[in-house]
């Protein structure tokens, strides 16, 4: 157990739809990262918090994605207008004491 | 181009046999961060190195850091079909960035 946990852990939905994933750590932290891997690939980096504040976020994050920690705890992660290219692992991680990323299981999405 | 490569790209080894891992960056590293993965969930924290030359062991697998802070090598002595998985190695990079970039893993495969 990482100490993070991911809702959904699947999640399809119909091209054009809205989703938001949810990432709940349960030890205390100061960074949370969002990333999204592709079958075949490694994790790439979409974005990090410390504590509330968004701190960088990746060109790979267009417009149609936005994320949120609003009380410095857990995050959303949303996508609106769902496309085909957006099918992908999402996963979120904590750094906790040093710094080592702990993950979570992630959500896999499936755009149709 | 990826920034970090590793090779193999995939492996099968018969059970029982020492198998080794490479990752190697174009830019020195500052923090290595090796990761195990089983398909579809998320990334199991191994190791860390940060000091080339630095070697660390859990259990039959070990990681060590070049000198020169650019490679680091996983290996895994007498493999088990528990030793099964993606493996990917992550860094800083740049350092102090907070952005962690990863290799497109090697998929490791023990016969039983």
């Known amino acids: 157990d990482t100490g993070v946990s991911q809702n959904p852990r699947h999640k399809i939905t119909k091209r054009g739809q809205n989703v938001t994933f949810r990432c709940d750590p349960i030890s205390e932290h100061n960074r949370l990262y969002w990333y999204r891997q592709t079958l075949g690939q490694g994790p790439e980096f979409l974005t990090y918090?410390?504590?509330?504040?968004?701190?960088?976020k990746s060109r790979l994050l267009s417009d149609r994605f936005s994320a949120e920690r609003p009380k410095g705890s857990f995050s959303t992660l949303e996508i609106q207008r769902t496309e085909q290219g957006d099918s992908a692992m999402y996963l979120c991680?904590?750094?906790?004491?040093?710094?080592?990323?702990?993950f979570g299981p992630g959500t896999r999405l499936t755009v149709l | 181009s990826q920034e970090l490569e590793q090779s193999p790209q995939s492996l099968i080894v018969q059970e029982g046999k020492n198998l080794t891992i490479n990752c190697t960056s174009s830019?020195?590293?500052?923090?290595l961060y090796w990761y195990k993965q089983k398909y579809g969930e998320g990334l199991i924290f191994l190791m860390m190195l940060q000091k080339g030359g630095e070697e660390k062991s859990h259990e039959k697998i070990t990681a060590k850091l070049d000198e020169k802070k650019q490679q680091s090598s996983l290996h895994i002595t007498a493999s088990q079909p528990s030793h099964a998985g993606i493996y990917l190695c992550g860094a800083d990079i740049p350092p102090g960035t907070y952005k962690y970039i990863f290799g497109t893993g090697t998929r490791l495969k023990v016969l039983a």
């Open positions: 918090f410390q504590n509330e504040a968004q701190l960088e």
């Open positions: 830019k020195t590293l500052y923090g």
């Open positions: 991680a904590i750094i906790v004491y040093t710094d080592t990323q702990y």
